[in-house]
Structures are given as structure tokens and as C-alpha cells.
């Protein structure tokens, strides 16, 4: 009987101690209501989101329907089309026609030179290799923007290290005979449209060559080695099964290169030539010119473009690689 009782009482289940306080309160209150959680973290991000940054492009959108005084120079608030009619001017057009170009060359030659540096990282590295791949990618990001951009201002200036390359090979007539070409070319390459592609494709290749390898890392080896099993040569393995399963890492990586490039306006403003991009008339119409509604309309193209970009890249499942 003694021998039983000890063993009676270890058996009672323990009582936890209540919470106290206001705090144990509040998190009992959370428990029986996560929602209520939910909605009190979610709220901060949300109000950001709402205000900050939709409220600005509404406002900014608001803006391009007003109108410059043409006596005054002051802001007509009256609402009006007079800014997308000045928009659609030759010259306004020639500069988005300009900006949109580049920014498609720049997503094409950067994913070219991409997808080679993706498909050995996705398939051969291993290890340190792999860690290796990763800081190499990584490494011209952590460096400042305008270093980066100055530094390639001095490689591609007539006293540059790539003339001077150049020059040692004997071939300073290719450059030369690049440059004379009227559109691409002028009096040397840090002051020409192929110095500012240069620029464009080394600064945004990393937000290329990570989603691309991202999707090559999802493509499953079994495909590969069935296509080879069944006599599919590289070259038709590379177009039937690998290029389909990694399209949506390509188009994830040219949401970035191709926005990024519509918006800059510092690296047309430091290697090329005089002739303006869309962040350029953006700078230029708010700061210098004052005209805050035509710098309004020309925003609301890359705005426009990307919106119809990146319905495309939904359809075309891009958002699974990101």
C-alpha cells in the first residue's frame, strides 16, 4: 500500500503554469485568432506597398496628364493629353525606339553568353567548383555601381587597356574599321552605342546567368540520358529537352537585364554618345528642363512595356525559375 502510493502521485499528470501579465494574454489571444496575427504583420508591408510605392506611380501617372505652361513654365493641373501628343514627336520617338532596342540586344547577348557559363555550373560543378562559380557571379555586385562603370569608361577610352591589346596583336584596324560603322560606331569605343552595350551587358550579366542556372539545376538528368538513349544527338537533346525545360530561367533572367537597361540613365550618361535613353530624358525633362509632366510620359513607357513583358513571361511560366 505504502510501496503504491509514491507511484499513484508520479503518475498524476503536471499542471503547466499559466501565463501572466498582459504578454500571456496577448499570446493566448494570438493563438485562438492567427488570422488576427496574420493581419497585424502583414499590415506594415501592406501600408508600405499601398502608399509608397503604388501611391507614387499614381501620382506619377496623375502627372503625365498635366501640362507645362509654354509662357510661364509653370504646371497647367487642368488634365490633358498634350504630354503623351508631345511623346509621340519623332524625337521622343527615336528615343524610345533607342532605349527598347538596346535593351533587347543586351537580354539577347546576355543570354547567349549566360547560358554556356550556367549549363557547367548546373551540370559539372561540384563542391568548391560550385563555390567558386557562385563568388565569381557574385563578386562584380559587391562592388560600388559607378566604380564599375568608370573603370570600363578607362578600358574602352583610346588610351584604354583593350586598344593597347589591341595594338599588340596588330589589330587596331578592326576597331577602327567597327568604329567608322555610323551607327554603332564614334571616335572611340568608350564614346560610342557598342561601348554602352559593353558596359549594359557586364553589369546586368549576373541577374542573368543565376535564374538561367537555377533552371538548369530543375531539368532532370533522366531526360538527357533518355534523349541519348534513344539516338538523339547533343545538338537535338540541347533543342528538345534542355533549351524547353530552361526557357523560363532565360525569360526570369531577362526581366532583369531588360528592365534594368530600360531605366539607367548613369551608364548612357558616362560611356556612349549624346544621344539620350529613356532614364536620360527622364533626368534631364524633371531636373534641367523643369517639364515634370513630359518626364511623367516618358516613365509611363517602361511601365507599359514591362507590364505586356512580363504578362508574356507569366504565360510562359518565368516566375517558376525565380
Do not use: C
Amino acid at each position: 500500500m505504502n510501496a503504491a502510493a509514491p507511484a499513484t502521485a508520479s503518475s498524476a499528470p503536471a499542471i503547466l503554469p499559466a501565463h501572466g501579465g498582459a504578454l500571456g494574454a496577448l499570446s493566448d489571444t494570438f493563438w485562438r485568432r492567427p488570422k488576427l496575427l496574420l493581419f497585424l504583420m502583414l499590415t506594415p508591408p501592406v501600408l508600405w506597398l499601398g502608399i509608397i510605392y503604388l501611391g507614387s506611380l499614381f501620382a506619377l501617372l496623375l502627372q503625365s496628364f498635366f501640362s507645362i505652361d509654354e509662357y510661364s513654365g509653370l504646371i497647367n493641373r487642368e488634365l490633358t493629353l498634350k504630354s503623351y501628343a508631345e511623346l509621340l514627336q519623332p524625337q521622343n520617338l527615336d528615343i524610345i525606339g533607342r532605349t527598347i532596342a538596346m535593351s533587347a540586344l543586351v537580354t539577347i547577348a546576355a543570354a547567349i553568353v549566360a547560358f554556356p557559363i550556367a549549363y557547367f555550373a548546373a551540370r559539372y560543378a561540384r563542391g568548391k567548383w560550385k563555390a567558386l562559380f557562385y563568388l565569381g557571379v557574385m563578386m562584380p555586385l559587391w562592388s560600388s555601381y559607378l566604380v564599375k562603370v568608370y573603370a570600363w569608361k578607362l578600358i574602352l577610352a583610346k588610351e584604354g587597356i583593350l586598344n593597347w591589346l589591341f595594338a599588340k596583336l596588330h589589330m587596331t584596324w578592326l576597331i577602327d574599321a567597327w568604329l567608322a560603322i555610323p551607327i554603332v560606331g564614334g571616335n572611340s569605343l568608350s564614346v560610342s552605342h557598342t561601348g554602352t552595350f559593353l558596359v549594359f551587358l557586364y553589369v546586368w550579366l549576373p541577374f542573368m546567368i543565376l535564374p538561367v542556372q537555377a533552371a538548369l539545376e530543375r531539368v532532370p538528368t533522366n531526360l538527357v540520358e533518355a534523349s541519348a538513349d534513344l539516338g538523339a544527338a547533343p545538338a537535338q537533346t540541347f533543342r528538345s529537352v534542355i533549351l524547353p525545360l530552361a526557357l523560363p530561367g532565360v525569360i526570369a533572367g531577362s526581366i532583369f537585364t531588360f528592365s534594368l537597361t530600360m531605366g539607367d540613365y548613369i551608364i548612357p550618361q558616362i560611356v556612349g554618345t549624346s544621344r539620350r535613353f529613356i532614364g536620360q530624358a527622364v533626368y534631364q525633362h524633371q531636373g534641367t528642363a523643369g517639364n515634370i509632366p513630359l518626364a511623367a510620359a516618358f516613365t509611363v513607357v517602361p511601365i507599359v512595356v514591362m507590364a505586356f513583358y512580363l504578362w508574356f513571361a507569366k504565360r510562359k511560366g518565368a516566375f517558376d525559375a525565380l
